[in-house]
């Protein structure tokens, strides 16, 4: 789906440190805010591949099976939010938010690995015992870095793509407070020489959803028991989901740089026109929605089947 500003006002020039231009705002027709037209596209895309190998177990208790997954999905909108306005004003851009650019789409998963070991064995007819593991391991989010503030004059001040500048003599570092001697503008630029996805991109605008939070891995274990009680079957499990978080602190757990992906390191004031790096996002961490998914549990339960 594409979205327009139909009531965008018209370009008044371009930002002079990365070329981008600047619009007059959201609302043209005073009389309206914005007019936000949907339509759909045939833009967009996303394919995913699997290898697998697989052993069923063939008669000695054991079965194994590694998968791997490659995928790429790239879109001109995720749509992620609950209204046309919203979808249109955080939907990150480089310059004009009315023209449509196909990127990575924030559903993409790149990389899937999927790797299960299990083995059965009963030390008496009927009391089978099984033991196994599963681990997983996935690229992380695509992510877009932002400006906090209004770089193009669109009337949105969450949507706006950075611009990489190429080292520590880039103009723009006398648009950074404390100018380009200034400890900010040391301070953005070692950020950027530390972050994989932006120096790759000196001297340009980062692209949308060119980041890609840190790499994922899980190891869950599992143990079940069956056992024959008269006419019924009953079967006792417990597993321990993140047994890797378990081991330590540090391991298993999801990262990333932004809840929506759009981390912001930067704030541009409209009133003073002055960039400042603040660090938000700079680093990845764990998020309020995946603090459960990193940490360890223990799951138990019982099963009877008739």
């Known amino acids: ?6 009531n965008l006002k018209p370009q008044t020039g371009v930002r002079p440190e990365d070329g981008r231009p600047i619009f007059g705002g959201f609302a043209g027709d005073p009389h309206f ?9 045939h833009r967009g895309y996303s394919y995913n591949l699997t290898a697998q190998l697989e052993r069923p177990d063939p008669g000695d208790g054991w079965y194994s099976k590694l998968a791997y997954t490659y995928g790429q ?36 998963l790149k990389h899937r690995v999927l790797a299960v070991l299990t083995y059965t064995f009963a030390f008496k007819k009927g009391w089978d015992t099984t033991i196994g593991t599963v681990y997983e391991g996935a690229s992380g989010h695509p992510y877009s870095v932002l400006y906090n503030g209004d ?8 949507n706006d793509l950075v611009y990489v500048p190429t080292g ?12 380009p001697t200034g400890t900010n503008w040391y301070a953005y630029n070692d950020y950027i020489t530390h972050n994989n996805f932006l120096r790759n991109y ?3 605008i980062a692209p949308r959803n060119g980041g ?26 417990a597993d321990i989901l993140d047994f890797t978080n378990l081991l330590d602190d540090n391991w298993g757990q999801i990262k990333r740089y932004s809840s929506f992906g759009t981390p912001q390191p930067v704030t541009l004031n409209s009133t003073t026109g002055l960039y400042s790096y603040t660090g938000v996002g700079s680093k990845a961490t764990i998020q309020s929605e995946n603090d459960l998914d990193s940490r360890w549990k223990i799951q138990l339960g019982i099963r009877i089947s008739f």
């Open 212 to 237: 890609r939070d840190p790499w994922i891995n899980r190891l869950d274990l599992h143990f079940s028991q069956r056992i024959p009680v008269k006419w019924v079957w009953a079967e006792v499990t």
């Open 33 to 41: 805010g914005s007019i936000i037209l949907l339509k759909n596209t």
């Open 202 to 204: 000196r001297g340009s």
């Open 1 to 6: 789906m594409t979205e327009t500003n139909l």
């Open 151 to 158: 770089a193009n004059g669109d009337g949105q001040f969450s």
């Open 168 to 179: 520590l003599t880039d103009p723009m570092g006398a648009k950074f407070v404390g100018g």
């Open 73 to 108: 999905a790239y879109d001109v909108n995720p749509t992620t939010s609950s209204q046309a306005s919203s979808n249109f004003g955080f939907n990150p851009v480089a310059g004009n938010p009315n023209t449509d650019v196909l990127s990575h789409s924030d559903f993409e």
